[in-house]
């Protein structure tokens, strides 16, 4: 927390961009020395592996079923497809693409991060594989109080050697910075962008740079003392379980706003108001009263906005505001 505070503070959008490329070679090294290192190490034969597998469902990528309380194919297809539009307002992926040169530049950068994202999940989905392989022949070494986030270090700690075990602890920092510091920098750019420099009669470069540093620092501050409480939650089954929950509280009614902005003509600030608390509303309900999926979560929300915003902004009437340029439909004829 610190040293990741420390570097986007002094270093911003440039010094975050570098060290992701960094983070993400160490990442991918480390995940694939432990994969081979995993594989090797298995007692069991391939058929035997694959029985095992395949007897506890470990196999199975499809379940058509209309289970809303279990990750079946439909609720991870909406999930995705809600998570794909998310990606219009997200403003850590958006400052990413608007760094680059041109239109062409920004498609590169696409491009690249799917051909970095894609083998890089394949992978972790197989270390995840082999990792419950080998403690399927090792049950006795796992404590049965050691939580699903922890399997992975303990490992590492366990069984690699000298060395190894030191690079995975690295490639977990190097995750985490990763993420910490480009939501950071990201969020330190829409304070002075949004508010500081709209609103601040006299902001200048110099002094909104001074003012981003400021909230760089007060986000890292926040960040660290937030990680240290929830590292102290004894109750807390898994982190991705409340990463999930809460992204689809934040993204959903934001993901609502930018497709009612971009593919409607009709909404405005009534709807987009309405939408807003309709999604938190709806998100609540399903997470605490129908017990839904985490990946749920953010689909209700995203289609709540959607649906009740579009819907009440027929109760105000239309803006009068030039739209050119602002909607697909402009956007596709320029």
């Known amino acids: 927390g610190v040293v990741t505070t420390l570097f986007v503070t002094m270093g911003g ?6 060290t992701d490329v960094l983070q993400a070679v160490i990442m ?4 694939l020395v432990c994969s081979a290192y995993a594989f090797f190490s298995l007692d069991i034969s391939a058929p035997v592996a694959m029985e095992i597998l395949s007897n506890l469902d470990k196999l199975q990528m499809f379940d058509f079923s209309l289970n809303w309380k279990e990750p079946v ?13 998310g990606m219009i307002g997200d403003q850590n992926f958006i400052q990413r693409v608007q760094c680059t040169h041109d239109e062409k530049e920004s498609r590169k950068a696409v491009y690249t991060q799917l051909a970095v994202a894609v083998p890089m999940n394949l992978v972790l989905f197989a270390l995840g594989t082999l990792l419950f392989l080998f403690y399927t022949t090792r049950a006795d070494t796992l404590s049965p109080a050691l939580k699903a986030d922890g399997v992975f270090p303990f490992f590492a700690a366990q069984n690699l050697p000298p060395g190894l075990a030191g690079f995975v602890v690295v490639a977990l920092l190097a995750a985490t910075i990763s993420t910490v510091s480009s939501a950071m920098n990201s969020v330190a ?4 962008d949004d508010v500081y420099r709209r609103f601040s009669k006299k902001a200048t470069d110099h002094s909104c740079l001074v003012f ?10 926040f960040g660290t003392v937030a990680a ?3 590292a102290n939650i004894s109750n807390l089954k898994s982190i991705w379980d409340l990463f999930i929950m809460i992204f689809g509280m934040v993204l959903a009614p934001i993901t609502g706003i930018f497709v009612l902005g971009i593919f409607t003509r009709r909404a405005n600030n009534v709807g987009i108001w309405m939408g807003t608390v309709a999604s938190i509303a709806a998100n609540y309900y399903a997470k605490f009263y129908r017990n839904l999926h985490a990946t ?3 689909v209700v929300g995203v289609f709540s906005c959607i649906i009740v915003g579009y819907l009440a902004s027929f109760l105000a009437p239309k803006s009068s505001k030039d739209l050119e340029g602002l909607t697909v439909y402009t956007l596709l004829k320029k």
Not at 73 to 85: C, G, K, M, R, Y
Not at 212 to 221: C, E, Q, V
């Open 73 to 85: 194919f439909i609720v991870l297809v909406l999930n995705t497809f809600a998570t794909v539009l």
């Open 189 to 192: 750019n829409l304070g002075v």
């Open 28 to 31: 991918l090294l480390a995940v």
């Open 296 to 298: 749920v979560d953010l």
């Open 13 to 18: 959008l440039e010094a975050v961009i570098w």
């Open 228 to 230: 240290l409480l929830l």
């Open 212 to 221: 981003g540093r400021i909230l760089t620092l007060a986000l890292g501050i």
